[in-house]
DNA sequence: CTGAAAGCGCTTACAG
DNA sequence: CTGAAAGCGCTTACAG
């Protein structure tokens, strides 16, 4: 490996000229920063991370856990999420830390730990917030920048960005309703979950703002997985009273959904419409393709990723909450 | 922070025994190797990765970027490797660090540059291998421990994980043939990847071993998304010889190709047979459920990750190369 | 069984 | 504009 010193001696310099000509200072003789820089690549030299770190006190690390409820953890919103924090953060020239674990588990626990307490990373992103989640409270007790996909219900500060889900359901409830839909079903997902929670809650204000009772019958939960939403849609479809719409709180779910109507020799779209939430995964290409809220995964990652960086230097914030609008695509799995 | 020096101030003993108890060292006295183990419990410490790094010259820490091609990086396999990766790294104290980068660009070269040169990490995975991949190439010049997913065509010594494509072909066409499929089409990826030359060869085997004579207008080739695998579907369907059956690379392609036969009024399963690859995605969920060959992703990401880490602590591989045989699932898309 | 000390490779006040 | 030196927090030969 070749260090600034090995640097240094064949140009008969200090490292601290080295260091400095590389780290871009001004206080260096133009000459001798651009013979440093040339020599630097020629040599291949590129600073040793946890030397830097180490003096630093910055690990200009980044770090995201995956909520991995199951090993067979498929969905493709996360290989976007994923793809998009990395980007931005090696954008920034921070790496990206990435672990995984089931959600509020002991080994959850444990990851949050050892990267807070050994400082592996500067800050962190959370999705998946839960109602009252431990680890924006953990993380604002350490002192650990973070940012968060949806709010928690915690008296704590919130930045990060949000959903506009209360919007997105009028949009799509509206749209079922103008399909002479009024028996529409809702398939959350844990109710800790904040997405959950404001699913839920847009879904009973497009009831209200379409004049519908709601009916509790017609409310059921899953996990997120398509596995999840297909058991959920046979039990809506086993009752007495049938819905003629269900609305998912994911794109998995819906796809679920969609193969027990089938199973149900209902044709989607004709017989009973169903809709998602995420616009990723292959939405588009299911049969029917699926009605769903589409919302832009990869940027909302980078904007993260953006807004923790700026805490993590101390810089102002343009906005401590984002606020991102879900694109309602209509599709055919709910026009008849 | 706590350090390891407030710890063996508390204790009044000297950090070298403090690091020397945590790390369980025989030559602490019991009582005081308990003594510290609790006292650091009890103070929250737990070492600074950075100077631990530096002082061990080694990261603890290994790495993988994600294949990319473009921003909306959807893609279920990825999510659940990435979650096989991370999950096998902590159990061995490993971190696991990620990045994203399009397929041979620039970009990916940057990134191996920044984390080889800065010993950011001591190993890496590679997958969506290329049959001349520099990538190999690069690592093994640099002497840093990698392990592949799928092995190149280069005079490089293979260590990681091959999927037993020929068999898992052989199972699949022998089931298409005993179906009345004579004319089966192939939709692969780019040439150049390993995956897309197994899966031909085994294609072409697979005709080879049924006695049908292979006919260039039944393959083409896409990038491995739902949208590729539409397209080069809809290419399929207009040419004058149509395919009976189409077997996809991967299950995003047959998702896309399903949809394309959809459209045509074609009913999958019943006027066309339609295959994937991988198992993971919602195959079991679409309409009709797909027929693919399944292998075990998270399973093999942590196989990759343990051979890795004994490539870098020097110790010996029980095997080289391991060998998975896919499962051959077989679901409606392919039965009348 | 325990401790004093060196040193990993940087960055950065400080002095000139 | 440049350099000598301190020090980030560990681990580990070495001495006792």
Request: glycine share 8%; aromatic share 6%.
């Amino acid at each position: 490996m070749t260090t600034i010193k090995d640097v240094a001696k064949l140009l008969n310099i200090s490292i601290t000229t080295v260091s400095r000509a590389l780290d871009g200072y001004d206080d260096v003789a133009q000459e001798t920063r651009e013979l440093v820089i040339r020599t630097a690549q020629e040599m291949g030299y590129t600073p040793n991370r946890a030397a830097r770190q180490l003096r630093k006190q910055r690990s200009e690390t980044i770090g995201y856990i995956l909520p991995t409820d199951k090993p067979q953890f498929a969905d493709a919103f996360y290989s976007e999420f994923i793809a998009g924090l990395g980007d931005a953060a090696a954008a920034s020239n921070f790496d990206l830390l990435v672990s995984a674990a089931p959600p509020d588990s002991a080994a959850e626990k444990a990851i949050y730990q050892r990267w807070a307490q050994g400082r592996k990373v500067d800050g962190l992103v959370v999705n998946r917030t839960r109602l009252q989640d431990w680890r924006l409270q953990y993380l604002s007790g350490q002192k650990l920048p973070f940012v968060s996909l949806e709010r928690s219900l915690l008296p704590l500060e919130f930045i990060g960005v949000e959903t506009d889900i209360a919007q997105g359901y009028l949009d799509l409830i509206g749209h079922l309703t103008s399909q002479g839909h009024s028996r529409i079903a809702y398939i959350g997902a844990a109710p800790d979950l904040k997405i959950d929670h404001d699913r839920y809650t847009g879904y009973r204000s497009g009831l209200e703002a379409a004049s519908i009772a709601p009916d509790p019958a017609l409310v059921t939960r899953a996990d997120l997985t398509p596995e999840g939403g297909y058991q959920a849609a046979i039990r809506l479809l086993n009752q007495a009273t049938q819905p003629s719409a269900i609305v998912c709180v994911n794109d998995l779910t819906a796809i679920g959904a969609m193969h027990a109507a089938h199973e149900r020799g209902l044709k989607v779209g004709r017989d009973i419409a169903i809709a998602g939430f995420d616009g990723v995964a292959d939405s588009a290409h299911t049969q029917p393709p699926l009605t769903t809220l589409d919302q832009p995964v990869y940027t909302i990652a980078g904007l993260l990723v953006n807004m923790l960086l700026k805490l993590i230097d101390g810089k102002p914030l343009d906005e401590h909450q984002v606020r991102i609008k879900p694109n309602l695509l209509i599709r055919a799995s709910t026009v008849g």
